[in-house]
């Protein structure tokens, strides 16, 4: 089945650090793949998304390419601001909308 | 603007009780589903559906039951409350639109099972 990997956490950065967190899956045919972000209390919300191999979401100055090849969908971002302390999440989606999701992953920026 | 709206936010209730969540959302979408969230696990589908009169189960669906009548909710009912059922539940709702659409989620209620 569909299945989704990523990088464990907590991670802890300093302000202005660069982010990557890791994500991998097995997904039979052409999944689409989503992060998602969740601050303290509140429901999960959309930071981007990818529907094809070599496309490349990005919002909030996050960034994430869809590489086939290693299948693989990692989330960077150049300078984190305390702001994006969160839990992320890597999911996939298949053409029944379910979506599958990692574990995901804690983020803690301190100033 | 509302998107999905989940009531209650917080609820406790005791070992044996049932009890009903619900999920409302306003954006005409076909596609509602339900997820719980645990620590270390991510969130698992327990049951969705693609449209009013259909519904179908998830990954994880014991104990649990859902029913869809109108295309703006889609109530998840516990039917006899475990201490298993203890976690975070999320709605979400989305178009049908062959998996490449994001799915728009509830703020979640934390349910604890005595």
């Known amino acids: 089945g569909d299945s989704v990997t990523q990088m464990e956490g907590p991670v802890t950065l300093s302000e202005e650090a660069f982010l990557t967190i890791n994500c991998t899956y097995t997904a039979t045919g052409y999944p689409s793949l989503f992060w998602y972000v969740q601050y303290p209390g509140e429901g999960l919300q959309l930071l981007l998304k990818?529907?094809?191999?070599?496309d490349k979401g990005s919002n909030k100055g996050f960034e994430a390419t869809y590489r086939k090849e290693t299948t693989s969908f990692h989330l960077e971002k150049g300078s984190v601001q305390v702001s994006d302390s969160a839990v992320y999440f890597c999911?996939?989606?298949?053409?029944?909308?379910?979506?599958?999701f990692g574990t995901g992953t804690r983020l803690t920026i301190i100033p | 603007n509302a998107g999905v709206t989940q009531t209650p936010k917080f609820q406790v209730l005791k070992t044996g009780q049932s009890m009903t969540l619900q999920c409302a959302q306003d954006m005409n979408h076909e596609y509602m589903s339900w997820y719980r969230q645990d620590p270390g696990m991510g969130l698992r589908l327990i049951h969705y559906s693609v449209g009013a009169g259909i519904t179908d189960q998830g990954e994880v669906p014991n104990g649990y039951n859902v029913s869809r009548s109108t295309t703006e909710d889609f109530p998840l009912r516990l039917l006899s409350a475990a201490p298993s059922q203890t976690s975070v539940y999320f709605c979400?709702?989305?178009?049908?639109?062959?998996?490449?659409?994001?799915?728009?989620f509830g703020d979640g209620t934390r349910l604890s099972i005595l």
């Open positions: 990818a529907t094809k191999a070599d």
């Open positions: 999911a996939l989606s298949t053409l029944n909308e379910k979506l599958t």
């Open positions: 979400a709702s989305s178009y049908y639109s062959g998996g490449n659409q994001p799915q728009h």
